[in-house]
């Protein structure tokens, strides 16, 4: 962050971080626990947006734009990857 940035929003965003990073392992214990497919995914697709949450929390911190955009390209995979998968369970096939 730039020197004209009150302190406590430079507190705020590392705690947004750690409290998202945190939220993160939770799903990835969902993920990997189960215990069905359906919470697997569920699972998976909170994972992506974390991440995608810890991208933009990361570029406010540093004042680079370009993890925003970063950030934009993963939400967009994340969101493709969950419909893929949700199709598969479901049908069990991506493309017919």
Partial sequence: ???ADPA???VAVRAAILLVAGLCV???YRVVRGPTV???V???DA???NVVAIAVLFALQ???GLFVTGALVLAIIGFITTVAVAKFVT???VIE
């Fill in 1 to 3: 962050m730039t020197e």
């Fill in 42 to 44: 569920v699972g998976l």
């Fill in 8 to 10: 406590y929003l430079t």
């Fill in 38 to 40: 359906p919470d697997r």
């Fill in 62 to 64: 540093t004042g680079r």
């Fill in 26 to 28: 939770l799903c990835a």
């Fill in 47 to 49: 994972v992506a947006t």
């Fill in 91 to 93: 049908e069990g096939d």
